[in-house]
Nanobody
């Protein structure tokens, strides 16, 4: 069973950058495909990015493609979300999530597909 803890959120101006981290424990990290989601007040939790267990394949929501980069370091049991060119509409609580799958083409973009979630970290982008 995996436990996930996000960090790195904060407040930044439009066009700025933040790097989120998600530290995993409790199970073998490399057995899991990982994802990032976000939820703005009054809205559903939306997919942002996902990465396969070995980091070779990544997927992005259209709204963040070209601005955000997901990566992982299995030796450090950590997945990252580098966010560049931030916009006010990126303001949300960001969550990392894990699903046990070590296939090479695992593509999980729906909330219900993930088994484990972190507590979230707030990202606020001011205009």
């Amino acid at each position: 069973q995996a436990q996930l803890v996000e960090s790195g959120g904060g407040m930044v101006q439009t066009g700025g950058s933040l790097r989120l981290s998600c530290a995993a424990s409790g199970d073998t990290f490399s057995f899991y495909a990982m994802g990032w989601f976000r939820q703005a007040p009054g809205k559903d939790r939306d997919f942002v990015a996902a990465i396969t267990w070995n980091g070779d394949t990544t997927y992005y929501a259209d709204s963040v493609k070209g601005r955000f980069t997901i990566s992982r370091d299995n030796a450090k049991n950590t997945v990252y979300l580098q966010m560049d060119g931030l916009k006010p509409e990126d303001t949300a609580v960001y969550y990392c999530a894990a699903v046990r799958d070590f296939s090479y083409s695992a593509r999980y973009t729906r909330v219900y597909e993930y088994d484990y979630w972190g507590q979230g970290t707030q990202v606020t982008v001011s205009s």
